[in-house]
């Protein structure tokens, strides 16, 4: 009998590229390959990350880890949410959902108002949350799984803290992992 085991292959890494720097131990490490820039992201604002390529020929899964840094220690319970927006289309701003850029920006929706994107935001695919503790530490959690059904994505964080996220990202970053099926 031939066992079928899970195997994980090289993630996709977004960070900001102007100071992601992680070391091991309090954070997720791993080499830069996508840009999100979680700088001081403030309370209750949303951010998109670029579109990134998952390739012609992908994993049927992904799963999806986070590394969090609030600024202070945040009132505990409250949720940083991570959010899948997927393209069929290579070019950043074509053919996605939710009225995503495909570049590294504040997230708003479809307008400027400050309730577009919790509007939109169900556009889109929600992966998972971190869940704050009450303590000024980095906050790494395992969001979930998603099946890639198309070839491009996009990140969205949505900070939902009691308070802005740290003041650099060198800890900071969203990673998806493509889990593969071997025999």
């Not at 009998?1 to 791993?30: C, Q």
């Not at 992966?127 to 009450?134: F, L, N």
């Not at 198309?150 to 990202?169: H, K, T």
């Amino acid at each position: 009998m031939t066992d079928i085991l899970l195997a994980s292959g090289t993630p996709i890494i977004l960070g900001n590229s102007g100071d992601y720097s992680p070391t091991a131990g309090a954070s997720l490490t791993g080499t830069r390959t996508h840009q999100l820039n979680l700088t001081g992201l403030v309370a209750g604002a949303y951010r998109q990350s670029a579109k990134f390529d998952m390739g012609a020929t992908r994993a049927q899964r992904y799963f999806c880890r986070a590394a969090i840094e609030p600024a202070s220690a945040p009132a505990a319970g409250g949720a940083v949410e991570v959010f899948l927006g997927l393209s069929d289309n290579a070019t950043a701003a074509n053919n996605n959902p939710g009225n995503l850029s495909g570049a590294d920006a504040a997230y708003t929706g479809y307008g400027a108002a400050a309730t577009d994107a919790t509007e939109c935001i169900g556009q889109l695919t929600r992966i998972g949350q971190v869940i704050a503790s009450a303590d000024a530490d980095i906050m790494v959690s395992t969001l979930g799984v998603f099946i890639p059904y198309l070839r491009y994505g996009m990140i969205v964080v949505r900070n939902g803290f009691s308070v802005n996220l740290g003041a650099d990202a060198v800890e900071m970053s969203v990673q998806l992992f493509p889990i593969t099926d071997s025999f």
